[in-house]
């Protein structure tokens, strides 16, 4: 076995994250924040955000993370999240084959989700989106699951969410596989990006056809295999760079934000394609 990919799995195992931190530190990017965010296992919210441990463990992803939060706060929604009960929902683990390791983490979160009192779950991480909607049973909490863009096109639509600023820019956008083609959600995102004034350039690879980032099925935890010297997010940020006018990639998932970040780098596209989660430009949009 990749030994990377053990060492994930271990942390997974002892810690319920792949990162190795302790449950307890789950939610510190929480603390970047000028509000306070209701702790679902101790107060009834409408929506529990699964927030998922790139989006909670990764600096790199707490930008986009806190963006999020602060437009649920300002969209007023009641919403909390499972604070350190929150595990890893197991998605990656599963199709990595670790079957006894999945069914570990699914039953640690139906036992946080039943001591929460929700209606619904959103989440920011398809990755996530894709285990609570398709391997979790419907029962135990798990009820309707909402991936974050779903939910600001219907806050768009019902004038729920202010958008006080047009945002002139030109951008594409990278269908993530656990959204797109797994799921078939590509409109919601796309209705969101018209809403804020992106003029969107669709890459030759998009929606059904979208080019994985290369993060799926534990890939984000392994070395690159030496017959494949390009990484899949190389060649991806290359393509959205060779788009006419575009300087902005918009992704609505934590691990395509690191995967085409450190891409960027290693394509040597810097200071020419910046990546950009969609909940930054909401954010933006809403003044």
């Known amino acids: 076995m990749d030994s990377s990919l053990q060492a994930a799995l271990t942390n997974l195992t002892r810690y ?17 924040l000028e509000f306070p965010i ?4 101790k107060e009834p919210v409408h929506y ?23 437009v649920f706060h300002k969209a007023c929604l009641d919403f909390g999240i499972l604070y350190g009960g929150e595990c890893n929902s197991g998605n990656d683990v599963r199709l990595t084959g670790d079957m006894r390791l999945f069914e570990t983490l699914r039953d640690k979160n139906r036992n946080s989700f039943a001591k929460a ?5 959103i989440t920011t991480d398809p990755h996530s989106f894709h ?5 979790y049973p419907a029962t135990n909490g798990a009820r309707s699951v909402l991936h974050h863009t779903q939910l ?5 639509r019902n004038g729920a969410l202010p958008l006080r600023n047009r945002l002139r820019m030109t951008v594409t956008y990278h269908d993530p596989c656990y ?7 590509f409109c919601a995102p796309r209705r969101v990006m018209a809403a804020l ?24 935890w392994m070395e690159n295999p030496p017959a494949f010297p390009e990484r899949p997010a190389v060649a991806r940020v290359s393509e959205a760079a060779a788009l006419k006018g575009v300087q902005t990639l918009v992704v609505v998932c934590p691990k395509d934000l690191v995967m085409f970040q450190e891409a960027i780098k290693t394509a040597g596209l810097e200071g020419r394609l910046e990546v950009k989660e969609l909940s930054e430009l909401v954010e933006q949009a809403m003044g």
């Open 117 to 121: 009192h929700f209606d619904a779950i």
């Open 152 to 156: 600001f096109s219907d806050l768009i």
């Open 131 to 135: 285990a609570l909607t398709h391997d």
């Open 16 to 32: 319920g994250n792949s990162f190795g931190a302790p449950a307890q530190t789950r939610p510190q990017w929480t603390r970047q």
């Open 197 to 220: 004034g992106l003029q969107l350039i669709e890459m030759p690879l998009s929606r059904t056809y979208a080019y994985c980032c290369g993060a799926g099925r534990g890939r984000i």
């Open 38 to 41: 209701k702790d679902a296992r």
């Open 48 to 70: 529990l955000w699964f927030v998922g441990d790139y989006a909670s463990y990764d600096p790199r992803v707490a930008a986009a993370t806190c963006a999020a939060a602060r």
């Open 179 to 185: 959204l797109g083609r797994y799921n078939a959600i």
